[in-house]
């Protein structure tokens, strides 16, 4: 890491931290509006509340980006969360929770833009990058290990009623990373004016980039089907309350957490490609076991419960290392608009996984859950070989 990156490397994780608190409550949302008879078809769609427009804004949140400097809009994005997560808790209207979401996703494409384009105009070398992208990222996972035991903790208590007060903690966390982003300084590098975004977007169509962006949809789409699914699958399918539904699933966040800190220090030893792609066969191997668990011994066994979660370890690698290897070779002026594109893409992966997800929970065919998972890394794996094999060509 380097002696600028390092100083702020703090502030850049809790980034992250906040913003997958806020984005991955969605599991916790969806268990709790559930039972207050909101329908899967709502729920499904509430997830697009959040995801479109973090697809929408992100072409436009680059020349926000360019004019303000990455410090200043990443200072605005999170006092935005900060005071929508104050609000929260004293809003009972489903309608909300839209606007609500719909806010969040538009500050953190903000916030994914500047904290790329931060480590990018500080790293070049492209195991260098994905080891501290790994780095990073692995506050992401914590995130989403912190909401699910913090308020799976609440909901369970006997002030089981206040459980969206909660979120005030997560706008204190805001104002402790303001404050430490202000104290610090932040190199910009300068960007071109006066050129369209889309003659600057004509320049990344190319086989390579189209390629790489299917792969980031699909790994995204295969992450949302565990992140904010999976508590509900261990509720209504194998029969846990949902106290052990949201501690169940913190240990796949547990998981990642662990798989994106081991990559951030051993990367360095293996080629990018092959470490991806033993990833890749370790997910496939883990749910043909869970396949084989469900449909030849028992449906709803509560081996599944610890199965699940250890994909995470191979799962939560995928992500960091193949943007990694795009934004290595991306100059520093264009990795804001280039980021932008892979904010576009995740956040329609994520869409398009929770409302299929959706349709599944709403017609009962949980029993197709982990089959429709392998079936989505399996394309991820199809589209993986052919990313590669094109990416051998100078980019």
Not at 180 to 207: D, Y
Not at 324 to 336: P, W
Request: charged share 10%.
């Amino acid at each position: 890491m380097t002696p600028k990156l390092s100083h702020i490397s703090l502030p850049l994780k809790l980034t992250f931290l906040i913003f997958s608190m806020v984005l991955n409550c969605m599991g916790l949302i969806i268990l709790q509006l559930s039972e207050a008879k909101i329908t899967y078809s709502e729920l499904g769609f509430l997830e697009s509340f959040k995801d479109l427009p973090i697809a929408f804004i992100s072409l436009f949140a680059v020349s926000f980006i360019n004019k303000t400097g990455t410090k200043k809009a990443l200072i605005i994005a999170l006092t935005i969360v900060g005071l929508c997560s104050c609000l929260l808790p004293f809003v009972e209207v489903f309608w909300f929770y839209k606007l609500w979401f719909a806010i969040i996703g538009t500050c953190f494409a903000v916030g994914k833009i500047c904290v790329f384009g931060i480590i990018r105009n500080n790293i070049s070398e492209e195991k260098s990058l994905a080891k501290n992208m790994n780095s990073v990222e692995a506050s992401f996972m914590i995130g989403i290990f912190v909401v699910n035991t913090g308020f799976g903790w609440l909901i369970s208590s006997p002030y089981s009623q206040f459980w969206k007060f909660g979120f005030l903690l997560i706008a204190l966390l805001c104002i402790i990373t303001i404050f430490l982003f202000s104290k610090m300084p932040i190199s910009e590098v300068k960007q071109v004016e006066n050129k369209s975004i889309i003659s600057e977007l004509s320049g990344f169509v190319t086989p390579t980039v189209l390629l790489f962006l299917g792969v980031v949809f699909f790994i995204v789409f295969v992450e949302q089907g565990f992140n904010s699914w999976l508590p509900s699958f261990y509720k209504n399918h194998l029969k846990v309350n949902s106290f052990f539904a949201l501690q169940a699933s913190s240990f796949l966040a547990l998981f990642s957490y662990a798989g994106r800190t081991v990559t951030a220090n051993i990367i360095r030893r293996f080629s990018l490609h092959r470490y991806y792609m033993a990833c890749i066969f370790c997910i496939i191997a883990i749910l043909a076991a869970i396949l084989g668990i469900q449909y030849f011994t028992s449906e709803n066994s509560k081996l599944l419960l610890f199965l699940f979660p250890v994909i995470g370890l191979f799962l939560s690698p995928l992500y960091p290392v193949i943007n990694s290897k795009m934004i290595a070779h991306t100059d520093q002026e264009k990795v804001n608009l280039f980021t932008s594109l892979i904010v576009i893409f995740s956040s329609l992966g994520s869409s398009v996984s929770s409302i299929i997800m959706a349709v599944l929970f709403g017609k009962s065919l949980l029993n197709f859950y982990p089959l429709y998972i392998l079936a989505s890394v399996i394309v991820l794996f199809m589209m993986s070989l052919l990313y590669f094999k094109v990416s051998k060509k100078k980019i």
